[in-house]
């Protein structure tokens, strides 16, 4: 059965999303050194910082669920896990431009 077909782990989930807030952090982290950053870089901030706040979000509301299952492991839609896997794809490429800036 596809991975995704299949209604997904909730404590993989939960894994993903703290995982993807740390990128997003340093990330953004990294953008705000910039001294003088343009318009586009400071509405990247601010798309970044609204993406930290949803994955967040993500990641405790299943978090809260798992723990009213009695700390078992819950099923999740597989759309979401499509999601968070998308937004970890997005986030790997722009931590490689991160650190390469940081190295330049």
Not at 12 to 38: E, T, Y
Not at 40 to 64: H, T, Y
Request: aromatic share 0%; hydrophobic share 45%.
């Amino acid at each position: 059965m596809d991975g995704l077909s299949a209604a997904a782990s909730g404590m993989a989930v939960v894994s993903l999303a703290i995982q993807l807030v740390g990128s997003v952090r340093d990330i953004n982290r990294f953008m705000r050194q910039v001294s003088d950053a343009p318009k586009e870089l400071k509405r990247l901030i601010d798309l970044l910082e609204q993406l930290e706040v949803i994955i967040e979000g993500v990641g405790e509301l299943i978090e809260r669920q798992r723990r009213s299952a009695g700390d078992n492991d819950i099923d999740v839609s597989p759309n979401v896990l499509k999601a968070m896997k998308t937004c970890e794809s997005r986030l790997a490429r722009i931590e490689d431009v991160v650190e390469k800036a940081r190295k330049g």
